[in-house]
T-cell receptor, first 112, second 112 residues
Framework: SQTIHQWPATLVQPVGSPLSLECTVEGTSNPNLYWYRQAAGRGLQLLFYSVGIGQISSEVPQNLSASRPQDRQFILSSKKLLLSDSGFYLC???????????FGSGTRLTVV | AQSVSQHNHHVILSEAASLELGCNYSYGGTVNLFWYVQYPGQHLQLLLKYFSGDPLVKGIKGFEAEFIKSKFSFNLRKPSVQWSDTAEYFCAVKGSNYQLIWGAGTKLIIKP
């Protein structure tokens, strides 16, 4: 069966430090992969999505970047974190253009 | 531009009451429709989805939703709620591209 792993679950980082959040999917190949940020009262904001290795689409220009070095690995990064980067980040995958998403358990990032 | 509107940000009900959460979207083409649920402290889970066919969709835990194309609506219903239904519910719509458009969420609180 397919599973999605996202880590770490919580992270506290100082302003200006780098960030790397990792997401991996098991049990499937060539999934569509997504990074979302969830803000209280504002639902989910799509940050990046990827339909294949090395293919990244950015939905919101900001202080973050994403990479997909392997078929089932999706990484969210930042070179220098801002206070406004604090939030709850979710990785998700889907098998194609249909099927609905399966979400990871999320990472609570606090920038101090 | 596509958008999704969830009418209520907070709903408070007593156990055994009937539930209907509204969801309207703006998109003129073929859509795929989803309801997701996030229980306290847990990650987002797919509740039900509609792609085609019978507009009345049955989901997990006794939930159902009806797609009314003429009203651009996909309301979520449950005839008798339980305390364990306390959660945040998100409606989402996917149009012709890869992106899911999300509603802002409805927090449902069930009083025992």
């Amino acid at each position: 069966s397919q599973t999605i792993h996202q880590w770490p679950a919580t992270l506290v980082q100082p302003v200006g430090s780098p960030l790397s959040l990792e997401c991996t999917v098991e049990g499937t190949s060539n999934p569509n992969l997504y990074w979302y940020r969830q803000a209280a009262g504002r639902g989910l904001q799509l940050l990046f999505y990827s339909v294949g290795i090395g293919q990244i689409s950015s939905e919101v220009p900001q202080n973050l970047s994403a990479s997909r070095p392997q078929d089932r690995q999706f990484i969210l990064s930042s070179k220098k974190l801002l206070l406004s980067d604090s939030g709850f980040y979710l990785c998700a995958w889907e098998p194609g253009t249909k099927g609905g998403y399966t979400f990871g358990s999320g990472t609570r990032l606090t920038v101090v | 531009a596509q958008s999704v509107s969830q009418h209520n940000h907070h709903v408070i009900l007593s156990e055994a009451a009937s539930l209907e959460l509204g969801c309207n979207y703006s998109y003129g083409g073929t859509v795929n429709l989803f309801w997701y649920v996030q229980y306290p402290g847990q990650h987002l889970q797919l509740l039900l989805k509609y792609f085609s066919g019978d507009p009345l969709v049955k989901g997990i835990k006794g939930f159902e939703a009806e797609f009314i194309k003429s009203k651009f609506s996909f309301n979520l219903r449950k005839p008798s709620v339980q305390w364990s239904d306390t959660a945040e519910y998100f409606c989402a719509v996917k149009g012709s591209n890869y992106q899911l458009i999300w509603g802002a969420g409805t927090k449902l609180i069930i009083k025992p």
